[in-house]
């Protein structure tokens, strides 16, 4: 048991949407939460990350900095998600050994799942065949850093371990209607289009996909009982283990902004993979569940996008 209380924790991309779910989560532990923004730190500098890693020294490091986007993100800029994530990944797991810290925590991502596995997707069948063709590169670079946490702690006998979480959503997401997640682009496109008064919301793809989604405050207390417990060498996924059609998402989404118009189901779109539930026993086994149901975490993460849209326009 790793006891977080009096300790210095690193949350690496604290800003973003599992760094600032960790922040809250953190805010009520008996701990100081180390934070250093892009204009201080840039996690892809070397020389720069291994620098603020022996400064700071902190007892534990989370890794929850990424370059991250939707099915659009990817596509259009396959050389940056492998680019940055894996250099982010390499220049963190490697200072933070170097700095002498024990216990670090890796993000990775159900993305990383071979797409010819059974499903539910099993930890067992991480890295036993190719990825999904539109994340390849993130699903590599994430891959990466969690073979990291394996090495080091095999070779060096330190705890650096991951998690796999499903498709995350909630405050601070990138409401972006072209490079943004779904949720996220669905509930701003739902909602501008609600405002315009328009009759039709388009959707990418064929809506048969299935997703499973999970607020980001649900996955930060997953995260910590991992930090705090968690000894093995294997990952460990992170979500409901419940699945949804886009379809019946999008619907969802237009139930909890107001929009009464026709959903419009755009095949120029790429679909990605069909499914990526995960088989979530082993983070049941240690006592977590999820708390949030998605229809009220939509609930929540729409508020949120109306207050960061106020705040905009004042
Ligand atoms: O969220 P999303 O981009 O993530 O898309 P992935 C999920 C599904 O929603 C796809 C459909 O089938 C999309 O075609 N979709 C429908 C939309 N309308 C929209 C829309 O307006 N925007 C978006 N983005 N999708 C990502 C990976 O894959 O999952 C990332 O590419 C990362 O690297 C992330 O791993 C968790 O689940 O397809």
Redesign the pocket.
């Known amino acids: 048991m790793f006891d977080l209380s009096g300790k210095r924790i690193f949350v690496a991309g604290h800003s973003g949407l599992v760094g600032s779910a960790l922040c809250r989560a953190l805010s009520d532990v008996d701990c100081t939460v180390l934070t250093a923004p892009r204009s201080v730190l840039d996690l892809r500098d070397q020389a720069s990350v291994q620098a603020w890693m022996i400064a700071h020294k902190p007892d534990a490091v989370i890794m929850a900095a990424a370059h991250?986007?939707?099915?659009?993100a990817?596509i259009a800029a396959p050389a940056t998600f492998v680019h940055d994530n894996a250099v982010m990944a390499l220049n963190v797991i490697h200072s933070a050994h170097l700095a002498n810290i024990n216990h670090l925590l890796f993000l990775g991502?159900?993305?990383m799942y071979p797409v010819d596995v059974p499903l539910p997707l099993r930890e067992e069948s991480l890295l036993s065949g190719r990825f999904e063709v539109?994340?390849a590169p993130?699903a590599l670079a994430k891959s990466l850093g969690v073979e990291m946490c394996r090495a080091y702690s095999a070779q060096y006998g330190r705890r650096y371990i991951s998690a796999v979480p499903c498709?995350l959503y909630g405050p601070q997401d990138r409401y972006d209607l072209e490079r943004?997640?779904?949720v996220p682009?669905?509930l701003a496109?739902a909602h501008l289009a609600k405002m315009s008064g328009a009759r039709e919301l388009p959707?990418?793809?064929s809506g048969t996909?299935r997703?499973e989604f999970l607020y980001s405050d649900d996955c930060a207390r997953a995260l910590l009982l991992l930090l705090r417990s968690y000894e093995g060498d294997a990952p460990v996924n992170v979500g409901t283990g419940e699945e949804i059609s886009?379809a019946n998402l999008a619907r969802m989404i237009c139930e909890v902004t107001g929009f009464k118009g026709d959903l419009v189901f755009d095949r120029s779109?790429?679909?990605?993979?069909s499914s990526k539930v995960m088989d979530v026993s082993r983070i049941h086994a240690m006592g977590w569940r999820a708390e949030i149901s998605l229809r009220d975490g939509l609930e929540r993460a729409y508020q949120d996008y109306l207050s960061r849209e106020a705040a905009h326009a004042a």
């Open positions: 991250v986007g939707g099915i659009g990817n991502s159900s993305c539109t994340n993130y498709n943004g997640h779904v682009a669905l496109k959707v990418w793809g996909p997703r886009i779109h790429p679909d990605g993979v």
